[in-house]
């Protein structure tokens, strides 16, 4: 069964679709408040790219540094989902919603130079943020049917797809975390400190790790990954690295793979079949 979906996935990946995202602002009361002289009630942002036929399953995706997304539309997606942007078409293509998610109201302050001053390891690693979550998982629920549930994180935004896959435990299918980041700031200490002591070992749903064997970036050594992982691995090669090596268009960020490894994790989560490696 697992090889005949298999057969589907490279069949709809070599059609010319139809298929389209919509995108879709979600805010969520998650029942407290913040505020200093005046409160507000704190809400949870997200926006849905809903492909144009029916899903069941939906892939929560947390941005890398600064983790904060900012969203007060729907159309501030694509600035947010960093390598998956440009292959929005390949997850409608096989029924998978793409969420794209933020930090709450009362975690969302991030000063000049994309310098978050919320949302750190203390906010991500708490049950709060898996109660955050759940309620976009519930209204994603029952508005719009989706009842499988996978979270994705890529670099700094593997703190809470981590935390998430510990906290929600088998709430959710399954989880990924793309160029995860294992070394903390000695700057900024507070934003990945968690990640030096976290246990892999006791997620309870299936986990995918994908990583570029030539990641530069100091705070994502492959080497760790590569470590701890047990045939869980992508490993993406070749490529082309260009800017921050931390940053969007580097090979921390897969630069020139973004497609072949969007493939390779759209086939984990219909299959859990792990493509060893993309690339050269």
């Known amino acids: 069964m697992k090889w005949l979906l298999s057969v589907c996935i490279l069949v709809c990946f070599n059609q010319v679709a139809a298929q389209t995202m919509t995108p879709i602002l979600i805010e969520a ?11 507000s009630p704190v809400v949870q942002r997200a926006i849905l790219l809903k492909p144009s036929t029916s899903s069941d399953t939906a892939l929560m995706f947390y941005r890398g ?3 904060i997304a900012n969203i007060k539309t729907e159309n ?3 600035r947010n989902l960093n390598y998956l942007q440009n292959n929005t078409d390949l997850f409608a293509q096989t029924g998978i919603a793409l969420v794209v998610m933020d930090c709450p109201s009362d975690e969302n302050r991030i000063a000049p130079g994309n310098t978050p001053l919320a949302c750190n390891d203390d906010y991500r690693s708490s049950m709060k943020h898996a109660d955050d979550a759940k309620k976009i998982m519930a209204v994603l629920k ?7 549930f996978y979270i994705m994180g890529h670099s700094y935004g593997t703190i809470s797809s981590k935390w998430l896959a510990k906290n929600l435990g088998n709430e959710i299918m399954g989880s990924i ?15 990945g400190y968690s990640a030096e002591s976290f246990d892999v070992g006791s997620l309870k749903a299936p ?6 064997g030539d990641d530069q970036c100091v705070y994502t050594p492959y080497s760790t990954v590569l470590a701890y992982s047990k045939n869980n691995l992508i490993t993406v090669k070749g490529g082309e690295g260009t800017g921050d090596v931390c940053g969007g268009t580097h090979l921390h960020s897969m630069g020139g793979r973004e497609e072949a490894t969007s493939k390779a994790l759209i086939q984990w989560i219909k299959t859990g079949q792990v493509q060893s490696s993309v690339g050269e």
């Open 29 to 39: 009361d998650v029942g407290r408040e913040f505020g200093v002289f005046s409160k």
């Open 65 to 67: 540094w600064s983790g």
């Open 76 to 78: 501030d997606w694509k």
């Open 142 to 148: 029952e508005k719009y049917g989706i009842i499988k």
């Open 177 to 191: 975390h793309s160029a995860a980041q294992t070394v903390a700031s000695p700057r900024m200490r507070a934003y």
């Open 207 to 212: 986990v995918l790790n994908i990583h570029h």
